[in-house]
């Protein structure tokens, strides 16, 4: 799945606090042992709002995206000046590098927008060094966030009108079995938590004007009846559009190294 139409809003939008990517980013360093002759690779690069603290510390950062639109956006936050930074067009599933040739593998938000995210998993393996570290993070509300209670509700109605939405392929728990499949030791860190305050209306506007994927499939007059429908049960629900309500999200990595053996023998 492309995200050349929201490149241009994609960090506007999906903001992480910024003194929640330094600490995502010491995190990383720290657990994978990363030094100067670290070559990292993410899987998604997208914009790089994990990659460019680490182009502008001087690691050797590679990334790969399917979206033209989201790494050019990169490059011009990186500048010219970034030589250690390389970026590819390419699948994650089909990864244009030598085996065993990156230490540090970092994906974030990814897996579950690719169908076939086991041959992307098989694919990093091979790729990692068999010494190296596979990273994964997330950013998600915590329980009981009425953020996560407003979308809930929306993909009850959308459903109810009869659209089926894009299913989440890779979650978070499939991908660490599979991972233990593949001969992997896992660790898992809650690296920050951080509170924002938004409206009901924002969230409603959001799905409005398509900036999330989920509601890209989503027919013009679906997605507008069900905009109607958010608007009388957010109303209902908390007295106004306007009401000041407050998020709580949290920023959770995991870190795999592979048994030497399961790495060196080929994927199947």
């Known amino acids: 799945m492309s995200f050349d139409r929201v490149a241009h809003i994609y960090d506007a939008t999906r903001a992480i606090p910024e003194d929640v990517i330094d600490k995502v980013v010491h995190r990383v360093a720290t657990v994978t042992n990363a030094g100067p002759d670290s070559r990292f690779l993410e899987m998604g690069i997208g914009t790089?709002?994990?990659?460019?603290?680490?182009?502008?510390?001087?690691?050797?950062?590679?990334?790969?995206?399917?979206?033209?639109?989201?790494?050019?956006?990169l490059r011009t936050k990186a500048g010219e000046k970034a030589c250690n930074l390389t970026l590819t067009h390419a699948d994650v599933?089909?990864?244009?590098?030598?085996?065993h040739c990156m230490?540090?593998?970092?994906?974030?938000?990814?897996?579950?927008?690719?169908?076939d995210w086991r041959v992307a998993l098989r694919e990093a393996r091979r790729v990692l060094h068999p010494d190296g570290y596979f990273v994964m993070g997330r950013d998600s509300p915590v329980t009981d966030d009425p953020g996560e209670e407003i979308r809930r509700q929306w993909h009850t109605l959308v459903a109810a009108a009869g659209v089926a939405l894009r299913p989440s392929y890779g979650s978070w728990d499939a991908v660490h079995e599979e991972l233990t499949n593949l001969g992997?030791?896992?660790?898992t860190f809650r690296v920050a938590s951080w509170s924002r305050e938004?409206?009901?209306?924002?969230?409603?506007?959001?799905?409005?004007?398509?900036?999330?994927?989920?509601?890209?499939?989503?027919?013009?007059?679906v997605l507008e009846e069900v905009n109607q429908q958010m608007e009388v049960w957010a109303t209902d629900r908390y007295g106004t559009m306007e009401a000041p309500l407050e998020s709580h999200e949290e920023f959770l990595l995991s870190v795999t190294r592979f048994d030497r053996q399961a790495v060196a023998a080929p994927a199947t």
């Open 198 to 221: 938004f409206r009901p209306k924002d969230l409603l506007d959001e799905q409005r004007n398509r900036i999330f994927s989920l509601s890209w499939d989503v027919p013009d007059v």
């Open 103 to 115: 230490d540090v593998i970092v994906t974030v938000h990814l897996l579950h927008l690719v169908p």
């Open 184 to 187: 992997g030791r896992i660790g």
């Open 48 to 73: 790089g709002r994990i990659a460019l603290p680490f182009i502008q510390a001087g690691y050797t950062y590679s990334g790969v995206d399917i979206s033209d639109e989201m790494m050019a956006q």
């Open 93 to 99: 599933t089909d990864l244009p590098f030598p085996d």
